[in-house]
């Protein structure tokens, strides 16, 4: 009994050291589980044959978020809900992915209104679980030839589109909108503005995902170096609003562009660091791997030479 009176405040000072460590476990772990983790299927028709081993990659690779392409005289739409209530049932997401850079333009207009049309007439079709979440566009502009021409006013129609887009889409809906921006998008001004188009998008959209494709994270060039400026404006705008994507595509830039020759565990390595860096930013949403096709050949290639 005086061994327990003696030793009392120590074994109590101990039990508090382990709760505390237990609590930051598990605070780390949820912190974590709340991140991001997406990756785009651009050929949807995939869906028709391929879904629960889709799903099953999805879900042994952590991703809890698919930007999923719409093809609606290509895919059914009974193949769209079964992959989205399977996808549901491993607490996987869906968003309705389309766009082109010729979106940018107002004149075509109409794709977009395609877009948002299709997806909220299948929404209203099918039961709550077999719902898109979303929609996430990749309109990406600078590719025309009128970027070069005159930027400027490509810049006004695309962010007149944008504005389009959300005001439409979230008429009579919850679904949330999104968009993928490249890296140097706070390098474009707003027409008639000292507005950056990264701040403009960011507290317009839900979302934004910065295609930051470097296979580094830290160090000159490196992701977290072209992605911290708007992660640091839109802390103040709005939490969770930016996943940081990279890329697992062959690319012609070079290596540096991409995870190919590196592989998936390097890939996950510095996908950790930028997590880390970036885990002290509200904004700070999670990653993105582009895109599911070679993200999983580049799997498949690694296990077989291994």
Known sequence: MRVLRKYG???????????????????????????????????????????????????????????????????????????????????????????????????????????????????????????????????????????????????????????????????????????DLPFWIDSVPVPDSPEKVSSWMVQRLDSITLMAYRNRARGDNGIVEIVKKIVADANSQKKGSVIVGVNMMESAEGAHVSFFADGPAEMKNQLAILEEELSGNPAFAGSAIHDYESWKRSIEANERSS
């Open 9 to 179: 405040p120590l074994w109590a000072g101990i039990a508090l050291l382990a709760a505390a460590s237990l609590f930051m476990l598990v605070l780390s772990n949820h912190s974590r589980s709340a991140l991001t983790t997406a990756t785009w299927i651009w050929d949807a028709k995939q869906i028709e044959t391929q879904t629960d081993e889709m799903i099953a990659f999805a879900e042994k690779n952590g991703v809890n978020l698919i930007y999923l392409h719409v093809e609606p005289t290509a895919v059914s739409p009974e193949a769209y809900r079964t992959f989205i209530r399977k996808a549901g049932q491993a607490s996987i997401q869906v968003e309705a992915l389309g766009g082109d850079p010729n979106w940018a333009l107002t004149k075509n207009r109409q794709s977009i209104d395609e877009l948002i049309s299709w997806v909220k007439a299948y929404n209203r079709s099918v039961r709550a679980n077999e719902r898109f979440a979303g929609i996430h566009v990749d309109i990406e502009p600078y590719l025309l030839p009128a970027w070069k021409e005159s930027q400027q006013e490509v810049v006004r129609q695309w962010l007149k589109n944008v504005a389009y887009l959300v005001a439409e889409t979230k008429k009579d809906t919850d679904l949330a909108v999104g968009a």
